[in-house]
């Protein structure tokens, strides 16, 4: 995909509100009119979405399906997204963005782990939700601050949900998920994980997408880029270090997963973090 056809912004988009946002989080809601769409674009946060009314469709890395109204979906950076609306009637939605910069490690890692399927929000997810449009939005240090705060609450309650929702998920899968992130930097990772769950091959590989929404491969990969990512702003290691403490076989491989999953280099990255 070319950067020319990387749209963030949306189409027909009757009426929106972005004000209330930091340098690191944004909280939007947007009403779309019939036949509405967004992208395509590259995911670069972590976002959660909720339809609250009309219909909408996502395809995802060529995967599509349909959102469900009243559900939030997260979405996490290095993506190929395209949100299509309804094309009869009108759509509204609200959204929380989060940059990776932002987030703890273990927050981002717990993140990767939940599943795509949509989770019904809570009463306290909508309050969060609907406090932060009720902010009074200034240049100061301190309105900022605000912001990210009640972001990081919002997300600390999507957690929070997962994780309840996850209660009666595969315990096979869950335990797998957490051998994945303790043992992410070992060649044998994928075959360990394989064989702790005492799943076959096949099995394996839909059992977990079926608790994660995607396979164990791609989950590790995102496991060792978070990770390098991680270590690129709080360690002098060199970027070839990095790589291969994270797991990859060469840093060329490295780069290009941070560059999917960031739009920039590491030296980028590192060279923004150490200002």
Known sequence: ??????????????????????????????????????????????????????????????QTYPLQTEKVYLFTPGHHERFAFSATQKTHHSWCSVSPSLLPRDMKRALLSVSENGITPSECFHRLMSAAFLLRMTESKASQQVVDQVALALITEFLHMATHARSQADPVIIRVLRYMEDH?????????????????????????????????????????AEKGIQLLSETGLTISEI?????????????????KIQGVSPRMIRQSAWK
């Open 1 to 62: 995909m070319k950067k020319s056809e990387i749209v963030y912004d949306g189409v027909k988009a009757e009426w929106q509100q972005r004000h209330v946002h930091s340098v690191n989080s944004t909280f939007g809601q947007v009403f779309y009119n019939p036949g509405g769409y967004c992208g395509p674009r590259i995911q670069r946060d972590f976002q959660l979405v909720l339809i609250c009314s009309g219909a909408c469709t996502v395809s995802v890395d060529q």
């Open 184 to 224: 992410l930097s070992e060649d044998n990772c994928l075959e360990e994980a394989r064989r702790l769950s005492g799943y076959s091959g096949t099995a394996f590989i839909y059992k977990f997408k079926a608790e994660t929404g995607h396979t164990p491969a791609r989950h590790l990969w995102q496991l060792r």
């Open 243 to 259: 790589a291969y403490h994270c797991g990859f076989k060469n840093p060329f491989h490295f780069s290009r997963s941070v560059r």
